[in-house]
């Protein structure tokens, strides 16, 4: 399932401002050795790391990362089934083992193999990861893929188009995520994860993240799952906030 997520940034200390700005995050020290990587925390939970672009990254961008049992036999399954390992597996401390990977239509991942630390702490109320969605050019091979490395079961949710699905463990009802088209993106845009976090209020979420030097990609609107807006921070990676509706 979704454990972790991660912003490669090109200015770690400008991203961590705006982050705890928007969803109220405060930050660890940057662990010796570690690159400058910052852990988000909000009443003591972890909820999500930043860190500096690496190698040949020209972007900022957010990286989901799915569990695994086994980060090795996960990274010969993707290639296996037409997907390619961009960083191999690698330890990272005693804290888990990790790799990243990209699926068959170019939506790139993470998968992490917990050692002492499971994953994100904080999740499904405000200040933690809520959802994700893979927006993918070729969103049945997505698909398929998914399916055949982690064992997703998906499920159709027409409301949200005709391509659009929800994965799922298997014999599991919960949705995890969903994955679909590009639903919008802009043209030439590549298969991406996009995550959620929730929030208690968006419209304040938007004020507070344009406050600091973020953008509105999507205004703020009400939806059956709730009240969202599509934004980007300073450095241009995407993301959503998402206030629940009082149901939820």
């Given at each position: 399932?979704p454990c972790w997520l991660d912003l490669a940034a090109p200015d770690v200390e400008g991203a961590c401002a705006f982050y705890s700005a928007v969803l109220g995050w405060t930050w660890s020290g940057a662990d010796p050795?570690?690159?400058?990587?910052?852990?988000?925390?909000?009443?003591?939970?972890?909820?999500?790391?930043?860190?500096?672009?690496?190698?040949?990254?020209?972007?900022?961008?957010?990286?989901?990362?799915?569990?695994?049992?086994?980060?090795?036999?996960?990274?010969?399954?993707?290639?296996?089934?037409?997907?390619?390992?961009?960083?191999?597996?690698?330890?990272?401390?005693?804290?888990?083992?990790?790799?990243?990977?990209?699926?068959?239509?170019?939506?790139?991942?993470?998968?992490?193999?917990?050692?002492?630390?499971?994953?994100?702490?904080?999740?499904?109320?405000?200040?933690?990861?809520?959802?994700?969605?893979?927006?993918?050019?070729?969103?049945?091979?997505?698909?398929?893929?998914?399916?055949?490395?982690?064992?997703?079961?998906?499920?159709?949710?027409?409301?949200?188009?005709?391509?659009?699905?929800?994965?799922?463990?298997?014999?599991?009802?919960?949705?995890?995520?969903?994955?679909?088209?590009?639903?919008?993106?802009?043209?030439?845009?590549?298969?991406?994860?996009?995550?959620y976090f929730c929030v208690s209020d968006a419209d304040a979420a938007v004020s507070a993240a344009v406050a600091s030097g973020g953008t509105v990609v999507d205004p703020a609107s009400d939806s059956p799952f709730g009240?969202?807006?599509?934004?980007?921070?300073?450095?241009?990676?995407?993301?959503?906030?998402?206030?629940?509706?009082?149901?939820?």
């Open positions: 399932m050795g570690a690159d400058g990587y910052r852990m988000g925390q909000l009443d003591g939970r972890i909820a999500a790391g930043i860190g500096p672009l690496q190698g040949d990254q020209q972007r900022a961008s957010w990286t989901l990362y799915l569990a695994s049992d086994d980060a090795d036999q996960t990274a010969a399954t993707i290639t296996d089934r037409g997907g390619k390992v961009l960083l191999p597996p690698a330890d990272v401390g005693s804290r888990g083992r990790m790799l990243i990977a990209r699926d068959p239509s170019g939506g790139a991942f993470g998968v992490w193999e917990a050692g002492d630390q499971v994953g994100a702490e904080l999740v499904n109320e405000p200040g933690g990861l809520v959802w994700e969605d893979l927006r993918a050019t070729d969103p049945e091979t997505a698909w398929t893929f998914c399916a055949d490395v982690f064992g997703y079961q998906v499920n159709p949710l027409p409301m949200a188009g005709p391509d659009y699905v929800t994965f799922h463990l298997p014999g599991r009802e919960a949705p995890l995520g969903g994955m679909g088209g590009m639903m919008g993106s802009p043209e030439g845009t590549p298969s991406h994860w996009l995550v009240r969202m807006a599509t934004l980007a921070d300073p450095a241009g990676a995407v993301f959503v906030v998402m206030q629940l509706p009082t149901s939820a």
